[in-house]
């Protein structure tokens, strides 16, 4: 069993920065591929970015690769988003997700992940 626990979201303006945080526990956390997702009012919970165990491979979104940055932290328990340059449409719930493994165009399907966080706000105002 593994507790996920994002932090990090807020209000920016268009254009600005934040840094989302998603804080582990439980089982190794360096046995999991970990998701970045996002959901805004009225749509469907989309893939943002992935993460290998390693860290040695990164999977982005098309709408947000080269504006934000996933990272992992194995002996903190901790991924992150780092997120620059942000849109309006930006705006949303952010989850981190964890799977035992997942490669190339598995890690971007949330139905393969297994645990969810609760999720953090993101609002970008125009």
């Known amino acids: 069993q593994v507790q996920l626990v994002e932090s990090g979201g807020g209000l920016v303006q268009a254009g600005g920065s934040l840094r989302l945080s998603c804080a582990a526990s439980g089982r190794t956390f360096s046995s999991y591929a970990m998701g970045w997702f996002r959901q805004a009012p009225g749509k469907e919970r989309e893939f943002v970015a992935a993460?290998?165990?390693?860290?040695?491979?990164?999977y982005y979104a098309g709408s947000v690769e080269g504006r934000f940055t996933i990272s992992r932290d194995n002996a903190k328990k901790t991924v992150y988003l780092q997120m620059n340059s942000l849109k309006p449409e930006d705006t949303a719930v952010y989850y981190c997700?964890?799977?035992?493994?997942?490669?190339?165009?598995?890690?971007?399907?949330?139905?393969?992940?297994?645990?969810w966080g609760q999720g953090t706000q993101v609002t970008v105002s125009s």
């Open positions: 997700a964890a799977v035992g493994y997942c490669s190339g165009y598995g890690c971007y399907d949330s139905r393969n992940y297994e645990y």
């Open positions: 993460i290998s165990r390693s860290g040695g491979s990164t």
